[in-house]
């Protein structure tokens, strides 16, 4: 879920018309950064293109429900870890609803495409593991500036004194990651004739686990503290933004 909201404000600047070109071909965008993954076949391709397409338009009212959500939340008054449960509840649910579709998928790769996922997939993760733990505390100061704009020099003190525990709790749910990375390679090494069903589970266990709220309560307690100090200008440019997610829901919404 963080990869999402984080995705959609990056490109909160971008004109309607490229908007209007980034959600429709949204099934293409998808498939393609799973082949960057996968290196898939054309025929890997064009189904799980078509599978995404599918989804898309089967999800519609989940992800209706996952925007009067994000909208309906108030920075100032809203209970930050009821709103985070219950938007968990909603991206499991959207989540877990892509697992088949991914599930059949990996099991129509050859050995050589498994082999070099999991080859790649290590080298990424010892990767992201060496950048979190070289991570400087203006990282977080930088991140709580794309929500709420630029912040004073007493909130970035106050963001770079949990910027510790926000590291650890990063590491943590690398570590979670690294593990359904292990589970996923030994099954496949193993080959077990419930492998569909096994390796449907490890995902849908995963999504789970990796986003417990337990995880991101470091953030919550930054959070906690640094809302209470914001000015009325970063709490409108955090609605601003806010407003700019749901209309790029709205469009994904009428298009499909």
């Known amino acids: 879920m963080k990869k999402l909201i984080i995705l959609l404000f990056i490109i909160l600047t971008s004109s309607c ?5 980034i959600v ?8 393609n950064r799973v082949d960057n993954r996968f290196d898939l076949t054309t025929e890997q391709a064009k189904v799980f293109k078509g599978d995404i397409k599918k989804l898309l338009k089967d999800k519609k009212n989940e992800v209706k429900s996952f925007n009067e959500k994000f909208q309906a939340f108030n920075i100032e008054s809203s209970n930050r870890k009821d709103f985070y449960l219950s938007m968990r509840d909603s991206y499991i649910n959207i989540a877990n609803s892509v697992i088949p579709s991914l599930t059949r998928l990996m099991l129509t790769l050859s050995n050589e495409q498994r082999t070099e996922y999991f080859k790649e997939d ?44 926000m590291k650890q709790s990063s590491l943590r749910v690398l570590t979670k990651r690294r593990l359904f990375h292990k589970q996923l390679k030994l099954l496949f090494e193993i080959g077990d004739k419930n492998l569909k069903d096994q390796i449907s589970d490890a995902f849908k266990n995963y999504v789970d686990k990796s986003t417990r709220y337990k995880d991101r309560e470091a953030f919550f307690k930054a959070l906690d503290e640094f809302i209470p100090t914001l000015s009325r200008d970063q709490i409108e440019y955090f609605n601003e933004n806010k407003a700019d997610v749901g209309e790029w829901i709205s469009l994904y919404l009428s298009k499909y």
């Open 17 to 21: 018309s490229y908007k209007g070109v």
């Open 122 to 165: 290590k080298k990424k993760l010892d990767k992201r593991e060496n950048k979190l733990s070289n991570r400087a505390s203006d990282f977080y100061v930088s991140r709580f500036e794309r929500f709420f704009g630029d912040l004073t020099e007493s909130q970035k003190t106050l963001i770079n004194k949990r910027s510790t525990s």
């Open 24 to 31: 429709s071909n949204l099934p293409f965008l998808i498939t």
